[in-house]
Structures are given as structure tokens and as C-alpha cells.
């Protein structure tokens, strides 16, 4: 598709930010991401085409906008919800009772 | 299958290569000039669109592979050829470009068209 | 940091990885001992040091360098480095005439076996729109200038190949060590936005 992320050529998009000696996650969060990917891919059946795909189709301005592994998570949650491994209610309902406090 | 701690090795240490055993056959020659398609498909493709309608030569074909643009929409595999395809910058992005500047891009056979 | 509580400082982010690996580890589909052992992985074990010494080899053993050239895969495997986002290696060679850089413009393709996850600049929109198109721009802005005389090669990750760049082994260096060179090879040195220094 001829989406966002298709990037190469494209002006106005700043000079490249560097950080010096960054870790491999920058939080705990996106170390549980990057995990999420082998073990989810070893049994929903997706394909790694698929996981880009679900990224490309994420809205321009929030595709720019979000965190790298943020990206993967709106890929995990297309792929699993699709498959019917997950609702987008029971993941709704899961994030209001984190949100409050629940653990 | 549950991935556990103990599986976790062997499955990054093996991967899940995307070349397919496939007895297919090349569209393009080492050499070849080529033509990218203006393919434009709504859907996934590895074709950025920069490379469109531009003129290549072919430097290297690296085997059979799973083509994207079907592999993703669980269209199956279609395996074909992949090649590393050689643009000049100027063929790209005009005469401002430095003359001897190039840039390599994995190209499929169903991206390219013979010249 | 403790994440196994909620508290009012943590991000949406954080929340929503929670919410779905709580739910899949509840439903049996993941194991998150597994999850542990992946992170651990990229954070302690697998980094651009085994590229380093897939580089440093080359520079000292010119048949280990022919079989780079030749099977990238084969020679990188050698060393006991393989597999996710590294199952079908290539490396090219800088040289006095040609200059390579590696990217990926659609996403963050990245040779992982050789040089681990890649960094944020690597994956940012600037890097992967402007290398393409202005590479020598973006060289400057690492410290590297080329004279028009040598070929800038950009090699654009858009299959299942991954590359790895052997930069050139600078001068001076003729009395090191393998291991003493190593030490020299930087991760950007392998993507190609900087050349090797002596020191």
C-alpha cells in the first residue's frame, strides 16, 4: 500500500536523533513487546507479512507520532483479534481494571 | 505450539528463513536492465514507491522466496526469484544527484518488467 | 522499576503490553518465563560484538573473508551466529572506491544475529526517508564525508535478505590482535554511517 511508512525519498522530516549508547529497551514495556512477537507468531499463525501489513495500515499522523514497539502492539492485537485469541473487549476491560489499580 | 524458556534458543538460533524449495524459474538474467512496475496495490507489497517505473540492471539473484504481497493476505506463497537490482541515484532522484552514487533494492520478479 | 502493580506513573503503553500478555498468559497461549528469556537475550547476549568479530576475522584471514564475500551465512554461522532476522546473509565490502549503507525505508529490517535489535535512529522516520535519497547527508550528520570520487551504495532491505556491511580496516592497525580489532568494529561501522577508526 502506499502508506506512511513508506518513507524513502520523503523531505522535511528533521535531522536523524541519536542517542548515545541507548539500551536495547528503553522501558520494561517494550522488552515484553519485543518478546510478544515469537511467542505469539509460534502459535497464531501469522506471518511476519501479515505483522507489517497490520503496521502499515496504523493512521499516518499516529503511525509518526507513536513509539516503535507501540507499533507492534496494534500488529499483536489485529493479528490475535482476527484469529479470535482475544477480544477487543476482554483486552478493553483488562486495561480499565490495570488502569485502576488491579494487578 | 507454547513457546517455553527452554524452546526459546534453538528457535533464535534457527529462525524461519523465508526462501521456499521451489523449482522455479528466473524472469531475469544477471545483467538484465529492467523496468519497475507501477504497482500500486492497496494491499501489502515490499515495493517502495520511489523505485516505480524506474530502470535497473540486475547485479545479483538471490534464489526463490515467498512473495509478500500474497504472504501476507494468507494468499499463499507464490515463490519467484528475488534479485538485487542496481539504480543509479540520478535515475531516482534526478541530476542533482551525485553521479556515481547507487542504491541496491531487493526487487521480485512480479515488481520488475524486461526493458 | 516495579511493574507488577498499577501505579498513577504508568504509561499506556505499559498498561496495554500488560492487558494482552496477562490475558494470553491466562488463556495458556504464552509462557511468560519465555518472554523473560527473550528479553534477556537481546539485552545481555546477542549485540553487534558477534559482528565485530565476524568483521575482525575477515580483516585477518583473507580465506574467512572470501567465504563472507561468497556464502555470508555459511561464514557468519561459523562463528555460532545465526538465525532470527539473520537466516539469509549479505555482506558488503567497503573499499577505497565504494562506500555501503544499509536500511530499511519501509520498516527496520536489521541483520539481528550480528548486530542485535536495531537502534531507535536506525527505525526513525528521517533515517529511513532521507538515506535513500541523500545518503551524504545523513553521513555528515555521523561524522563521515566521502569525496564525490568514491561510490555511496545504499542497499534498501526490502526482502528477507539482511546485510552487514565489512568496513574497512583502517591504517595503523597493522600490529593488533584479533580480539584488539574487534574492539575497534562499531555497530555503526557494520551499518555503514561511519568508517572504523584506529583508536
Redesign the interface.
Known amino acids: ?2 502508506g506512511i ?7 522535511g ?7 548515545d549508547n ?8 517494550e ?6 512477537f ?6 497464531a499463525g501469522y ?4 505483522f ?2 497490520a ?2 495500515k496504523i493512521a499516518p499522523a499516529h503511525y ?1 507520532e507513536s ?4 507499533h507492534w ?1 496494534f500488529a ?2 489485529e493479528a ?1 483479534m482476527k484469529r479470535g ?2 477480544t477487543r473487549e ?2 478493553d476491560a ?2 480499565a481494571q ?6 | 505450539m507454547l513457546l517455553t524458556p527452554e524452546i526459546v534458543p534453538g528457535l533464535l538460533a534457527t529462525g524461519a528463513s523465508a526462501r521456499v524449495a521451489a523449482d522455479v524459474a528466473p524472469r531475469f538474467q544477471v545483467g538484465d536492465l529492467i523496468r519497475v512496475r507501477n504497482h500500486n496495490p492497496a494491499t501489502h507489497t515490499r515495493l517502495p514507491g520511489y523505485l516505480r517505473g524506474k530502470l535497473g540492471t540486475v547485479e545479483r539473484d538471490y534464489g526463490v522466496f515467498a512473495f509478500p504481497d500474497t504472504h501476507a493476505h494468507g494468499l499463499g506463497e507464490k515463490p519467484q526469484h528475488c534479485y538485487s537490482v542496481r539504480f543509479t541515484a540520478r535515475e531516482l532522484w534526478g541530476a542533482t544527484a551525485p553521479e556515481r552514487d547507487t542504491l541496491r533494492v531487493d526487487v521480485f520478479d512480479d515488481y520488475a518488467d524486461p526493458v | 522499576m516495579n511493574q507488577s502493580h498499577g501505579s498513577a506513573t504508568e504509561s499506556n503503553a505499559s498498561i496495554r503490553v500488560r492487558a494482552l500478555e496477562s490475558l494470553l498468559t491466562e488463556k495458556g497461549l504464552i509462557d511468560p518465563k519465555a518472554l523473560d528469556a527473550l528479553v534477556d537475550t537481546y539485552e545481555t547476549k546477542i549485540g553487534p560484538r558477534n559482528g565485530a568479530k565476524v568483521v575482525a576475522r575477515a580483516w585477518v584471514d583473507p580465506a574467512y573473508k572470501q567465504r563472507l564475500l561468497t556464502d555470508a551465512t555459511a561464514a557468519i554461522k561459523e562463528f555460532g551466529f545465526s538465525g532470527l532476522q539473520g537466516e539469509d546473509m549479505v555482506v558488503v565490502e567497503n573499499t577505497a572506491q565504494v562506500h555501503n549503507v544499509v536500511v530499511c525505508t519501509l520498516c527496520s529490517c536489521y541483520p539481528w544475529p550480528t548486530l542485535g535489535l536495531p537502534p531507535v535512529w536506525y527505525k526513525s522516520a528521517p533515517y529511513r526517508a532521507r538515506v535513500v535519497s541523500d545518503p551524504r547527508s545523513v553521513l555528515k550528520e555521523f561524522g563521515t564525508e566521502l569525496p564525490e570520487t568514491v561510490e555511496v551504495r545504499t542497499w534498501d532491505t526490502t526482502a528477507e535478505l539482511r546485510y552487514l556491511v565489512l568496513p574497512e580496516r583502517p591504517s595503523g592497525t597493522e600490529h593488533l590482535s584479533e580480539a584488539q580489532l574487534a574492539d575497534l568494529v562499531t555497530r555503526d561501522s557494520m551499518i555503514g554511517v561511519t568508517k572504523v577508526s584506529a583508536s
Open positions: 500500500m502506499n511508512h513508506d518513507l524513502g525519498g520523503m523531505h522530516l528533521g535531522p536523524v536523533l541519536r542517542e541507548e539500551p536495547a529497551f528503553h522501558e520494561p514495556w522488552g515484553r513487546a519485543f518478546a510478544l515469537a511467542s505469539t507468531f509460534v502459535f506471518t511476519v507479512d501479515e507489517r501489513h503496521i502499515e509518526l513509539s516503535y514497539y507501540e502492539m499483536f492485537e490475535l485469541f482475544v476482554e483486552l483488562r486495561i490495570l488502569k485502576n489499580g488491579g494487578h
